[in-house]
């Protein structure tokens, strides 16, 4: 397998848990850069060009809010999961914890 098919194939199952793990983390808020860092400290690298084009589309689907403020002398956009983003969140989470055992077992892992 090339380098690139690689890059390609871990993109792809990348971007449905970082969907997943933006929403979990803003339940708590969080401006972007504070987003990043949070979610490296718990093991989740995320690069700026993929998260803030994430967050805006997670906006427009009506799963995030956000709000412009000034903190430390600059304005930043501060990002909170929506009522539906919950719900969407709460929804969501069982159907990965399937996946993930049915991965688990496929793989000889369990």
Not at 51 to 56: A, E, G, I, K
Not at 90 to 104: F, M, N, S, T
Request: charged share 35%; glycine share 6%.
């Amino acid at each position: 397998m090339s380098l690139n098919q690689f890059d390609s194939l871990r993109h792809e199952l990348r971007r449905g848990c970082l969907v997943l793990a933006v929403l979990a983390q803003l339940k708590e808020e969080h401006h972007g850069y504070r987003l990043k860092k949070a979610l490296q400290a718990q093991g989740l690298d995320i690069e700026q060009s993929t998260l803030y084009p994430l967050l805006r589309r997670l906006e427009q689907q009506g799963l995030l809010e956000s709000e412009w403020r000034e903190e430390d002398k600059r304005r930043k956009r501060f990002y909170r999961v929506s009522r539906v983003g919950e719900e969407v969140l709460e929804a969501l989470l069982p159907e990965w914890r399937q996946i993930g055992a049915a991965v688990k077992r496929v793989s000889g892992e369990v």
